[in-house]
């Protein structure tokens, strides 16, 4: 990178640590620390919410995955808005009303101790492993311009973000994430503009759809009937519902976000309005990915877009490395030929779109061999997917404007992991350290528990990243580790607010049954992830259907109630 570049760099990421330091000076209250007081706007909770969820993965590897598999990963966010709306007419009010500080508390409520002591488990090794792959993902970013190893900038990027999480609780997390999500949005629309106008050869932007469709990138729906097929519009729908459901309406992540609006009114149009707004957004960040599979087609691209394992796999395999880019120059040249006959071939379409799939799938192939290569030589970063849009921001990008992307990838990562910091250490000091130990929320020395709590988790989710790398496409990976545990999560909570019958140890049994199951199927390979959701919640909740009938009427917590 420039000089400016670097200045831009390290001025954003030091003014939004300074910013956040800032905004969380004297929290000394608990419920200031933990809820701000449930004092927040609308447009807090929502900026908070999608902050929340889309993290650097988002941002970094949703393009890489349209431009390996189309952007039919959109079709994952379908459920999304039928989600939000359950949400805000159901959890939204119970939560409020019971007063809780984590969604778990109020299972103890309803249910009993272990009920609430297993869901908040269950809840913080999901999140603690996830959030060890977002923190990996800005590291991709910091090792990749500064040559660093990659464990090392895991600790840094990590280490960087504990400084105002722990000082600041739930206020500095908030608006810090305001903030972020705002120069977030506006650095990756400048992006695209950009994008469209790296075009070569007084490309338009009609040429570069056209050769974006005739690859099959802008296949945003697709049927299948086949449950392994990953992104289909029943899986999105079905699968997707499930999941958002659990994640925004259980997890502790998020509860967070919409339990510190001013009120219910506030919390549901934050909610709402991310729903409205999210399948947008992510259209948005994926069609960058389709542009760039249009891009690469009149354009030379490299071989594998890691270029230091490229090094690395050049240094042990020189021969063999030389022949697949001798392979690939060629082939690339076929595709450029393919694709400048697609936009000049007039009635002969057929042909000339025929060619360009199978030069494509040339293409395609080679990229296979080099990965074979790299997983022969025992290398942990076998797919190059998250480095596709890295590669466009640093070959592409104008001076300073690649610095500011670098920074905002990272300013994401930052929005999602404070969050889940927060989160699991509320979730483990209520749920685990306070109701054990006997204590109570407000007693004195609890922001200071809080702050020991967050310390531990920022740790755990650090090692946890320096086994990432292994992991592909970051966005599919943690997705599918969210689904192993988000279905028995959302069954709990479904009988707890519409099973009014259900008592504490049949839904507790119904828990451990249900993730027994989602295991097993995704050992299995039996379903696409997304299904694991519907398996989980379903399997609580007709376990606590027939035993409920059976239990003479108790009351219990209902909507409205």
């Known amino acids: 990178m420039s000089i400016i570049d670097w200045f831009v760099f390290g001025l954003t990421l030091v003014g939004m640590v300074g910013y956040g330091m800032w905004r969380g000076r004297g929290q000394q209250d608990a419920d200031a620390y933990l809820r701000a007081d449930r004092s927040l706007p609308w447009y807090v909770v929502l900026l908070g919410v999608m902050a929340t969820q889309a993290s650097a993965i988002t941002f970094l590897s949703a393009p890489g995955q349209a431009f390996t598999d189309g952007m039919r990963f959109v079709q994952y966010y379908f459920g999304l808005p039928i989600a939000m709306v359950v949400i805000c007419i159901t959890f939204i009010p119970i939560f409020r009303k019971q007063n809780v500080f984590t969604a778990y508390e109020f299972l103890e409520k309803r249910f009993d101790r272990k009920t609430r002591v297993v869901t908040s488990v269950l809840f913080l090794l999901s999140r603690g492993l996830s959030t060890g792959i977002s923190i990996y993902a800005p590291s991709i970013i910091v090792s990749s311009i500064m040559g ?70 802008l296949n945003v729906i697709t049927f299948s009937s086949d449950p392994h097929d990953r992104y289909n519009l029943v899986s999105g729908i079905v699968g997707g519902f499930f999941l958002a459901l659990s994640y925004f309406g259980t997890d502790q992540s998020q509860v967070g976000r919409f339990i510190t609006g001013k009120n219910t009114d506030e919390s549901r149009r934050g909610l709402l309005l991310n729903g409205l707004v999210k399948i947008p957004m992510q259209f948005g960040i994926l069609f960058i990915g389709a542009l760039l599979v249009a891009l690469y ?6 071989l594998f877009f890691n270029q230091a394992v490229v090094e690395r796999v050049r240094e042990a395999q020189p021969a063999q490395v030389q022949r697949l880019e001798e392979r690939w120059e060629d082939a690339n040249v076929r595709l450029r030929v393919a694709s400048a006959d697609v936009l000049t071939s007039g009635e002969d379409a057929t042909s000339a779109r025929a060619s360009f799939g199978k030069a494509r799938s040339e293409v395609k192939a080679l990229r296979g061999e080099f990965r074979d290569v790299v997983k022969r030589q025992g290398m942990a970063e076998s797919s190059d997917t998250n480095y596709v849009f890295l590669h466009f921001v640093r070959t592409s990008l104008p001076v300073g404007l690649i610095g500011l992307i670098f920074a905002v990838v990272i300013l994401a ?36 528990k809080a702050r020991i709590h967050t310390f531990v988790w920022g740790f755990f989710c650090i090692g946890v990243s320096m086994l990432a790398t292994r992991m592909g496409s970051l966005i599919e990976a943690v997705n599918i580790l969210g689904s192993l545990f988000y279905g028995p999560i959302l069954g709990i909570f479904l009988v707890a607010f519409y099973v009014k019958r259900a008592k504490g140890t049949m839904v507790f049994v119904a828990a451990i049954l249900a993730e027994i199951a989602v295991i097993s199927c995704y050992a299995l390979d039996v379903v696409s992830f997304l299904w694991l959701n519907v398996i989980g919640a379903g399997v609580v909740v007709l376990v606590c259907l027939p035993a409920s009938c059976r239990e003479s009427k108790t009351p219990g917590v209902m909507p409205g109630e």
């Open 297 to 302: 087609s009149v354009l030379p691209s490299p």
């Open 413 to 448: 990562s930052w929005g999602s992991i404070s969050a889940a910091f927060h989160s699991l250490a509320t979730a483990s000091l209520v749920d685990l350290h306070l109701l054990f130990r006997g204590h109570d929320v407000g007693d004195v020395g609890t922001v200071q």
């Open 148 to 217: 660093w190893n990659i464990y090392l900038t895991n600790t840094l990027v990590g280490g960087l973000l504990l400084l105002y999480t722990v000082r600041g609780g739930a206020r500095a997390v908030a608006h810090t994430q305001t903030l972020m999500f705002g120069i977030i949005l506006a650095s990756m629309v400048v992006a695209a503009f950009v994008l469209v106008g790296s075009m070569p050869n007084g490309m338009s932007f009609g040429d570069a759809l056209t050769l974006a469709g005739a690859s099959g990138s």
